[in-house]
């Protein structure tokens, strides 16, 4: 089944997504549903991932469920360098490429999924993701391709983006990139600067203590 799915997507992709994608720069390899831009240095994912009869509605074929990534060098090799290998609460926080559902860059009334009950609806399924992605995505990955673009966004607490502690640290990061050395560390204290979490996030505050002479 999830064969069948896949070359429906496919299909329907190619008719119905990929020429407003190639319009803003995106491409997709052959049989692949990862579509990718090179944007300001940064490279911006969409993935048209999918479960098949999903749990919460176990009566649907599918259900389609869109994941955006941003990947950044200049943020990410800093992200690396500060938590990098570690264990325990910060276990996996140098992957996070601020990556989430499509469904946080719109408001709370929009869809989270697409449900598919026949093959069939495939094509108007990945004609409504369009849609979503040119009203709410599209306008959020336009201001979002570079450090100074994450510092921004934290700033303004854009509410398009996961306020997950991954996503948190990596703008910390962003912050150590732009020079905001001074922004981050108050981040860092109005966010985590509870005993707890302090103890847990040592790591973290170490090297932004630090980070100045590790750049001199």
């Not at 119905?16 to 300001?40: C, E, P, Q, T």
């Not at 098949?52 to 200049?74: F, H, S």
């Not at 983006?161 to 001074?182: E, M």
Request: charge should be neutral; include cysteine.
């Amino acid at each position: 089944m999830r064969k069948d799915i896949k070359a429906g997507l496919l299909s329907a992709v190619e008719t119905d997504l990929d020429a407003y994608m190639s319009d803003h720069g995106f491409r997709r390899g052959k049989n692949s549903l990862i579509y990718k831009r090179v944007i300001a240095g940064s490279t911006q994912i969409i993935d048209l991932t999918f479960d098949v009869r999903p749990k919460e509605d176990p009566v649907a074929l599918a259900a389609l469920y869109p994941r955006m990534e941003v990947q950044i060098p200049a943020v990410d090799a800093v992200l690396e360098d500060m938590v990098g290998g570690a264990t325990g609460e910060l276990a996996g926080y140098s992957e996070a490429r601020t990556r989430q559902g499509i469904h946080f860059t719109a408001e709370k009334a929009d869809p989270r999924r697409w449900y598919v009950y026949r093959l069939q609806d495939l094509p108007a399924a990945v004609e409504q993701v369009r849609a979503f992605l040119d009203r709410w995505t599209m306008p959020l990955l336009d201001v979002y391709a570079t450090p100074e673009d994450m510092v921004a966004a934290q700033a303004r607490d854009d509410g398009r983006l996961t306020h997950a502690r991954p996503q948190l640290v990596r703008v910390i990061a962003a912050a150590l990139v732009c020079g905001k050395r001074d922004y981050a560390h108050a981040l860092l204290e109005k966010r985590l600067g509870a005993p707890g979490a302090r103890r847990l996030y040592k790591r973290v505050f170490d090297y932004v203590e630090s980070y100045a002479e590790r750049t001199a």
